[in-house]
């Protein structure tokens, strides 16, 4: 089993940045496949992006893509999302999530959750 912990949101104005990052815990953290997702309210969680284990292979949505950048050390078992040029429309709790095995978008799929962060974008 493995712990997350969701930390870097926050408020930032259109066109700004920030990094999220997520702490694991527990079993080796490099064996997971890792993903952000998030959710705005009155929508359905939304993949973000995800990254394999060794880092070697990363997936965005398409929303995000050219703006975002998922990395992950698994010395420090942590996993980041870079987000740049944010819009209004990025404004959402983001969470961060593990699963063994093959990437997947979908949500269902994963086993593990942190509490998620939340991200405002004011335009």
């Known amino acids: 089993q493995v712990q997350l912990v969701e930390s870097g949101g926050g408020l930032v104005q259109a066109g700004g940045s920030l990094r999220l990052s997520c702490a694991a815990s527990g079993r080796t953290f490099s064996g997971y496949y890792m993903g952000w997702f998030r959710q705005a309210p009155g929508k359905e969680r939304e993949f973000v992006a995800g990254?394999?284990?060794?880092?070697?292979?990363?997936r965005y949505g398409e929303s995000v893509k050219g703006r975002f950048t998922i990395s992950r050390d698994n010395a420090k078992n942590t996993m980041y999302l870079q987000m740049n040029s944010l819009k209004p429309e990025d404004t959402a709790v983001y969470y961060c999530?593990?699963?063994?095995?093959?990437?997947?978008?979908?949500?269902?799929?994963?086993?593990?959750w942190g509490q998620g962060t939340q991200v405002t974008v004011s335009s």
């Open positions: 999530a593990a699963k063994i095995g093959l990437a997947r978008i979908n949500s269902a799929d994963y086993d593990y």
């Open positions: 990254i394999y284990g060794s880092s070697a292979v990363t």
